[in-house]
């Protein structure tokens, strides 16, 4: 089947039952085939909400995924995270597809740290639009947690669309559960383990590991099983600039390429 077709199928057959693109992103976490609800940093803007409170400054985002072979697949998010002593605070703009198609999401999150334990809450506003179609939209909540099982071992869970939020005629959106665990038995080296359940369909497992190269260079690789994926990835660090790329291929979609920035502003807020 020719992939524009077949994008325009899975479209249609997207509103009529109420699902969403993926609105997971950030080149760090794809290059660990996103295995990353067990990492607390600034990609919890899309991912663990919870991860943060693990994030010590201000900071921007950008993030863009180019998917050659589907026509209209491409997204892309901006954000902005605020610190301050009760906790983080996160916003966020996400865009998928093309003029025909496309899903819009405007997130705010907030995230706070007690001991080991952060817990997070993200709320939505989903606007779905399609050519000859009409626009609808509707707003989700997001609930998740992040805690320290020892200085070495991380776990992390969480709930998309707690509310259990329709669209249209009463169509419900997917209910996803996430459980993930992460060793990091030091700065170099972190491994990741991860289970995501929509509900209705079968369960996703999702592995990776980030390795450094040097205290700048990070090299990264992935996979998911259901459906079956390959992932890699770099990153390189300076003192406020975070660079990530990422590429991943399964047979559905061909390669799909993600570039992701993340800028940090003003001083590191005291731990």
């Known amino acids: 089947m020719h992939y524009a077709s077949f994008l325009t199928l899975m479209l249609m057959t997207t509103l009529a039952t109420g699902q969403s693109v993926s609105t997971r992103m950030g080149a760090r976490h794809a290059g660990m085939g996103y295995a990353s609800f067990a990492l607390g ?10 991860g943060l409170a693990k994030v010590h400054h201000h900071a921007v985002t950008f993030n863009q995924e180019i998917v050659p072979d589907l026509t209209g697949g491409n997204r892309s998010s901006a954000g902005l995270i ?12 996400f865009r998928f597809g093309d003029n025909i198609y496309r899903e819009q999401m405007i997130s705010i999150g907030f995230a706070h740290e007690i001991g080991t334990t952060a817990l997070g809450m993200r709320m939505n506003y989903i606007q779905y639009e ?48 996430t459980a993930a665990i992460a060793y990091q038995p030091g700065k170099s080296l972190h491994a990741a383990f991860e289970v995501e359940k929509k509900l209705g369909s079968p369960v996703v497992f999702k592995g990776g ?17 259901h459906p079956a994926s390959l992932f890699g990835g770099i990153g390189a660090l300076t003192h406020r600039l975070n660079i990530d790329s990422a590429v991943s291929f399964n047979r559905l979609y061909g390669f799909v390429y993600q570039a992701s920035a993340t800028y940090k502003l003003g001083r590191q807020k005291e731990l």
């Open 82 to 93: 605020v610190t301050s002593p009760f906790g983080t605070l996160g916003l966020n703009v």
């Open 209 to 225: 590991v980030e390795a450094g190269i040097s205290k700048k260079v990070f090299l990264r690789t992935g996979f998911n099983l």
């Open 41 to 50: 940093d600034e990609s919890g803007l899309l991912g663990n909400v919870a």
């Open 130 to 177: 399609a050519d000859g179609f009409g626009t609808t939209g509707t707003s989700t909540l997001d609930f998740a947690g992040l805690t320290s099982i020892t200085p070495h071992l991380f776990v992390g869970a969480g709930i998309f669309n707690l509310t259990q939020s329709t669209i249209a005629s009463g169509e419900k959106l997917p209910v996803i559960l």
